[in-house]
């Protein structure tokens, strides 16, 4: 698996080199720099610009570029420990997501549940969550509902996202909870709405139609912890 982007690269050199087989680098480098990738595990190539572009499919390398371990997702059932997780159901933009997986890792959220979209680019989610994604648990359950079920059986309080929900500012969070988030242009599904235990909103001082999803998920994450 290829990411690419100064910071993901390196968010991965220094937290987990291990994961790093190759490392391609398309630009001049201080000496001293170079010197220490050298004297790493893995192996470090130069390669020219032209090769960079095509190896990131023309996206921003900024001159680096790393073959990486592929990344290791969780099963529902290893979340029993779990005390707070977030679940992004049908979210599908990918810097969103990446976004809203830097948060979470940042604010101290247990896991994140992916929903509602049948896969999704590991690499692109990597990148766009600047390497977070490798210390934040990710589990993969297409049917939103079929998570819903399980975390209620496994004694979390289920909240979601809704401009209709009571203030999360009057809302006092206690025990195992999960925080449900919609998709950027339908929300939640009016009947996983249902499920919930409490929906609840960001209310604005200003009047204004929505936040966008990943800062909405960074406001409620950060109330909810």
Do not use: W
Request: aromatic residues 8%.
């Amino acid at each position: 698996m290829i990411i690419y982007g100064k910071q993901p690269v390196y968010y991965l050199i220094e937290k987990h080199p291990g994961k790093v087989k190759t490392l391609f680098v398309s630009k001049e480098l201080d000496k001293k720099e170079y010197s220490r990738l050298m004297r790493m595990d893995f192996e470090l190539k130069r390669i020219p610009e032209n090769a960079a572009q095509s190896m990131s499919k023309t996206g921003n390398h900024q001159g680096f570029l790393a073959e990486v371990d592929e990344l290791d997702l969780y099963e529902l059932k290893e979340l029993n420990d779990a005390k707070f997780v977030l679940v992004l159901a049908g979210i599908t933009d990918v810097g969103n997501m990446g976004a809203i997986i830097r948060s979470a890792y940042a604010l101290g959220v247990d896991a994140v549940i992916i929903s509602g979209i049948k896969q999704f680019s590991a690499e692109n989610i990597i990148r766009s969550s600047a390497g977070a994604a490798y210390d934040m648990p990710l589990v993969h359950v297409h049917n939103l509902y079929d998570v819903m079920n399980e975390l209620k059986l496994d004694g979390f309080t289920l909240y979601g996202a809704s401009m209709d929900g009571k203030d999360i500012r009057d809302v006092k969070c206690d025990g195992k909870r999960a925080l449900i988030m919609g998709s950027e242009s339908e929300g939640i599904p009016a009947r996983a709405l249902k499920k919930l235990d409490m929906a609840v909103s960001i209310k604005m001082e200003n009047e204004f139609d929505s936040l966008n999803v990943s800062v909405a998920s960074a406001i409620l994450m950060d109330r909810m912890r």
